[in-house]
Structures are given as structure tokens and as C-alpha cells.
């Protein structure tokens, strides 16, 4: 086996300096000690194993009450009020399609069974749907639906769909109907209804831009013109005798950004298409589409970000029969980025005319707050974050947090209702402090996901009386397997840098002894908004190192980094490649002070944005470190997408 500590990279000498003044905290997660004289490691096979991985429980809502769930190959129908369960979707139509995956339509007429998979980006990828017609339990002989289609979508009501194809939106009033085209883009280069690569990976991070209305009257969609914006091309070497040459239109930092503009058409007649106008402050600048969100109908809303991502305008636009006129505004402006990766979307209430939003109040704390007529005001406060709203009801707005415990890296769930605020996942299980919730269409129940610090557990809950209605996954086969296993242990706690207290998790070896000296390996991300130091539960390459190469693997949240505040997080905004470098180079320095750390093995290695802190820190000359391993590192910024740099 290969050291770690062998793979060496150069290193060149720029000297950085921090003040750090000590580590007062340390927790510890996961920390029964399962080595026992007949255990085995988790070794290198055990990465590769799919098996010998926890498993996870997934579900759709179709009601307040019902949901469905595949397994098995079939989809069955469950009753959380009766406890009844009955086969929806046979396996054998799957098999009928070769398909992977489908999509019911509102009224539950319909299903859309999707075959022939193929990626393209991150997000994208082309597919075939085949349409299912569950009253007379036959597929439509003819859905006038092509192959290849880039994105799908039933309406929100009925059964009308719409769907993108060859880079143009088609709607279909009924399954059975012949298609509309609603745009004729001849270019390769203009997008409609899906992002062009730099919207789909950095702004939606998803694969379209198409947006139904709640009653299914109108589809709102994205124009995406790259026919300015420079490309970058590489070979493919694909099935063919010779390589093909791929060009994408990749705007780069400093160069032309895709024009994006917002249509709504009319679903009834798709000759009624209208513009979205780009607010008058936006109008003549570099700008972005950064959400769109409908509250009725005839009601939208669409936030507008301006090209450095400092200066913001959530515009209200309602229909007067012929346009969409604008209404209501709000506007954000900030030092740094405003929101996290992208702006948080609004979450409207039951009128239809006030929403909520997650943003950053005067403390620079991303908090709840409801905004009327555009007037904000906070719903929570506190030196922690608001995560995500999950769900708003007419007497209730359900949102998670990073609250509990002053612990950035945990997740929980709230329920703020008539000026007060309940924690529903708190108590629920020991050791279950990083919570996702999904809820039924009213939240009478949701689906509990807990994904850490322990085995991942699942759980279906009763929202009014916060009881457990029954568990969907314990995964105990997993616990069992693991048991016999020397598993590693987690230590965290936090180092005072400067005016931050900043946190960093270490993967200690089964039977640590701090008498003894580690290598240490450094797992570093480091980009704007990032955290590493959670409470998740993995298991993996890290697993692998500290289990059976007994590496003690750690990362560090530095200055940059998310779920803290705006202040630490904005340290970095138009400074990449300072203080997020300087901080790892700290944090080793102080594991080696801890005196359980081999300063002569010291390692560092990170992918993406990770690899370029990598070759930073290697660069600096510190001294700290022998070697690292840079993956898929960001050698320049002039070279990157323009919405990240």
C-alpha cells in the first residue's frame, strides 16, 4: 500500500501569517470504540462495495395523505390515515419501457414512464417519455412526444404537459393532443426553456427553465441567447473511428454573458406570448434571471441579480389582460454576495400577496422574513442561519436551521407559528442532528430524514402532534454489518482565529491513542459558502484512510466559508485565494500543536475549488505540508464561468 505521505508535489515559498490564538472546544461524535481483537478494517474493496452503504428511504407526496414509493421495481400507493397500501405502478410497465423512472400527472390520469437516459451536464440530460393512460391501463399509441427531449413537465392542475425539444418549448393541452410549438429558435446557441451551461451549473442548478403557473393556465420560460458568448471546445472520443469536436458557449470571467430574457405564454393559445420586462435599474447593465416563482395564476414573481451579485431587485409583476405589469418590489443590496450559491427563492402565503424570504438582516444573519407590499420584516434573529423555508401553510411557515447548540454543521426543523417557534426534530431521536423534512401538501405529516451524526434513520411524522406515525428505514442490516467493523471516530471542535471561532472535524483512527503520532491528511473544499464540518454521516475514501491506514483525515472551515453569517462568508468576495489559503495552513499547524500529529507526514488534497486551494497552499512555501494531491483544480481565475468568478 502507498503512503499517502509518498506522493510528494513541489513546493514554492510565499510565507503567510494569522493570528490564532487556541482551540477551546472539542466534541466528539460516534465515539464507542467497536475494535474489537477479531475486527476487520474498512479497506479499499469496502469503498467500491455499494452494499455496504446505509440505505435511504424516498417518497412523493400525491395528497396531505398520500404518497407514493417504489420498490421492488413497482410504485406502490400509501394511505398514511388508513395504513392501506396498494400497487400503483406494476413492475412489468417499467420493464414494457425499459424505463427508470415516471412522472404522474396532477389528476392522476396520466403517468409519463422516462427511458433512454442519456447525461449531458451536471444537471442535463435527454430522454424518452412514453405515456400511460392508468384508466384504460394502456400506453397512448401515438403522444406526438419525440425522443430526446431535454425536459418534461406536467402542469400543476389536470393533465396538460409541456416539454423541450431540440432547445424549443411544445405544449400539450391534454396527453392525447397534438403538440404546440410555442417557440421556433433555429440556433444552436439560443435556449428556451432550458439554461444554457453556465445557468444550468451555477445559478438553477437543475436542468430547466420552464415554469407552470399553480392553475396550469400560463408556463413562464427563460430565452437563453449565447450567440455573443465565446466557446470553449474539446475531442470526444466516442464510439466513432474518429473523435468529434464538442463546443460549448462558456463565458469566462470579464468576457459576454448569454442575454436571458422571461416570456409567459398562454397554455389555451400559444400565440399569446408576452415578455417579462427587466426592471428599469437593470435594463442597460450585465444582469441574471435568478428565480422565478408563481403565487397565483396571475400573479409572479422573478428575482433579477445584478452581474456582481451585490444589488438584487425581487420584482411582483400581475397580469392586466395583455401584459405583465410590475407592482411591488423589493430591493437588496449588499457588501458581498447576496444570498448563498443563489438568491433564496420566496415562499408565498396563503393570499397569494405577502411571501417569505430567507435573507440576511441587519446583523448579517440569514433569518425568515415576511415581506408585504415590500416592507421586510424578521420572523427569527440569532447568531446561527435559516437553512431552507420547507413548506408554508395558512397558519405556519416550516423552515430549517443550523440553531441548535450553536453548531453551524447541524440541520434541524422548525415550525414558527403566531410569534412563536418550535423545534419538531430536537428531541425526536439521540444523536439525529442533521434533519431534512419533506411534507405532505398541508403538512398534516412529513417525511423525517436524519442523516447524522448516526446511521441515517427514516421516519414518517405526524406535523400536529410531532409523533411518529412509523419508521421507513433504520437501517439496521447496515448498523449490524458495521459493528463489526473498526470504525473510525469523529472529533470536532473549533480553533479561535482572530475574531472567529471556526470549525474543524477530524476522522480519527479505531483505538486513537494521543500518546501516539498520525499522519494527518487535510481534506480541503474552501469555496465561498462551503462547509465540510457537518454533522452528516459518511462513509468512504476518508473511512478507508483513517480505518485501516490509520491517517487521521480532517477539514477545516475557514474564513469564506457558510452558515455563519456574512461576515465571515464575504472575508473572501473578490479576494479569492487569500484568507480561505492562509486558514488551512493555520489549522494544520494547530493539529500539529494538538501532539498526536506526525509533523513529517503531513498531507493535503481537494477537488475542484479544493484543488486549487491545494496547489495555493503548496505554493505558499509554509513548510506545513510534504505533499498534496490538486484534482480538477482551478488554475486561473480569467479561465473560469463568469457567474462563479
Known amino acids: 500500500m502507498v503512503s499517502i505521505a509518498k506522493v510528494l508535489l513541489g513546493l514554492a515559498a510565499v510565507a503567510v ?13 460516534r465515539e464507542e470504540d467497536n475494535e474489537v481483537e477479531s475486527s476487520r478494517t474498512f479497506t479499499l474493496e469496502d469503498v ?31 394511505n398514511v390515515v388508513t395504513n392501506g397500501v396498494t400497487e400503483f405502478l406494476s413492475a412489468s410497465l417499467f420493464m414494457e419501457k425499459n424505463a427508470y423512472d415516471y412522472q404522474l400527472s396532477a389528476d392522476r390520469k396520466y403517468v409519463a414512464f422516462i427511458s433512454n437516459y442519456r447525461k449531458l451536464w451536471r444537471h442535463s440530460f435527454l430522454a424518452s417519455y412514453s405515456l400511460y393512460d392508468l384508466e384504460s391501463n394502456n400506453f397512448l ?23 423541450v425539444w431540440q432547445n424549443n418549448v411544445y405544449i400539450k393541452t391534454s396527453p392525447e393532443s397534438p403538440p404546440q410549438q410555442v417557440t421556433f429558435s433555429k440556433l444552436s446557441d439560443v435556449f428556451n426553456g432550458i439554461p444554457d451551461w453556465v445557468y444550468e451549473e451555477e445559478m438553477f442548478s437543475s436542468n430547466h427553465a420552464l415554469w407552470w403557473s399553480p392553475g396550469g393556465k400560463y408556463v413562464a420560460y427563460g430565452e437563453f441567447n449565447d450567440t455573443e458568448v465565446h466557446t470553449i471546445e474539446y475531442s470526444w472520443y466516442g464510439d466513432s473511428q474518429y473523435p468529434s469536436t464538442v463546443f460549448i458557449p462558456y463565458p469566462k470571467a470579464g468576457t459576454p454573458n448569454p442575454v436571458v430574457k422571461l416570456f409567459v405564454v398562454d397554455s389555451d393559445n400559444v400565440t399569446e406570448v408576452t415578455e417579462v420586462a427587466v426592471p428599469d435599474p437593470f435594463k442597460t447593465v450585465d444582469h441574471y434571471l435568478a428565480t422565478v416563482t408563481w403565487a397565483t395564476d ?18 411582483i409583476y400581475n397580469f392586466s389582460g395583455s401584459s405583465w405589469d410590475p407592482v411591488e418590489h423589493l430591493e437588496l443590496t449588499s457588501s458581498g454576495w447576496i444570498g448563498r450559491f443563489s438568491p433564496s427563492e420566496p415562499v408565498f402565503a396563503a393570499d397569494a400577496k405577502s411571501y417569505y424570504l430567507v435573507t440576511s438582516d441587519s446583523s448579517k444573519y440569514k433569518h425568515l422574513h415576511q415581506v408585504v407590499e415590500g416592507r421586510t420584516a424578521p420572523i427569527t434573529s440569532g447568531s446561527w442561519e435559516v437553512i431552507d423555508i420547507l413548506k408554508v401553510t395558512e397558519d405556519s ?5 443550523n440553531e441548535k447548540d450553536g453548531r453551524p454543521g447541524g440541520r434541524n426543523i422548525y415550525k414558527s407559528s403566531e410569534g412563536s417557534k418550535t423545534c419538531l426534530t430536537c428531541e425526536v431521536r439521540q444523536h439525529c442532528d442533521y434533519n431534512s423534512a419533506y411534507f405532505s401538501h398541508n403538512a398534516s405529516f412529513y417525511l423525517l430524514s436524519c442523516n447524522g451524526p448516526d446511521i441515517p434513520y427514516y421516519a414518517l411524522m405526524d406535523t400536529r402532534t410531532n409523533t411518529l406515525v412509523k ?12 459493528s463489526k467493523i473498526a470504525m473510525p471516530t469523529v472529533r470536532q471542535g473549533t480553533i479561535k482565529l482572530d475574531k472567529y471561532d471556526l470549525w474543524y472535524t477530524m476522522l480519527l483512527p479505531p483505538g486513537f491513542d494521543a500518546s501516539k503520532t498520525y499522519p494527518l491528511l487535510i481534506d480541503v473544499y474552501a469555496g465561498p459558502c462551503s462547509q465540510k464540518v457537518d454533522l452528516r454521516y459518511r462513509v468512504g475514501w476518508s473511512t478507508y484512510l483513517a480505518s485501516t491506514e490509520k491517517i487521521i483525515v480532517a477539514s477545516f472551515d475557514g474564513r469564506g466559508s457558510g452558515y455563519q453569517g456574512d461576515e465571515l462568508m464575504h472575508e473572501i468576495y473578490k479576494r479569492l485565494g487569500t484568507y480561505e489559503v492562509e486558514d488551512q495552513i493555520t489549522a494544520a ?13 503531513v498531507a493535503i488534497w481537494g477537488w475542484s475549488y479544493g ?35
Open 589 to 601: 499547524r494547530e493539529f500539529v500543536k494538538m501532539g498526536f500529529i506526525d509533523k513529517n507526514r
Open 141 to 163: 399509441s401515438s403522444s406526438d412526444i419525440p425522443d430526446e427531449v431535454q425536459y418534461f413537465a406536467w402542469a400543476p392542475e389536470g393533465n396538460k404537459l409541456a416539454y
Open 397 to 401: 411557515v416550516y423552515f430549517s436551521s
Open 17 to 29: 501569517v494569522v493570528t490564532l490564538i487556541a482551540v477551546p472546544t472539542v466534541i466528539f461524535l
Open 298 to 315: 396571475n400573479r409572479l414573481a422573478v428575482q433579477w441579480l445584478k452581474r456582481v451579485q451585490n444589488h438584487l431587485i425581487l420584482q
Open 471 to 482: 419508521v421507513l428505514e433504520e437501517n439496521n442490516i447496515f448498523r449490524n454489518e458495521t
Open 48 to 78: 467500491f462495495n455499494s452494499s455496504l452503504r446505509p440505505k435511504s428511504y424516498s417518497l412523493r407526496w400525491i395528497s396531505d395523505h398520500e404518497y407514493l414509493h417504489k420498490s421492488e421495481g413497482s410504485v406502490f400507493l400509501h
Open 611 to 645: 484543488g486549487y486551494v491545494t496547489s495555493m497552499v503548496l505554493g505558499s512555501g509554509s513548510g506545513v505540508f510534504k505533499c498534496g494531491m490538486a484534482v480538477a483544480p482551478v488554475s486561473k481565475w480569467t479561465y473560469y464561468d463568469s457567474i462563479y468568478t
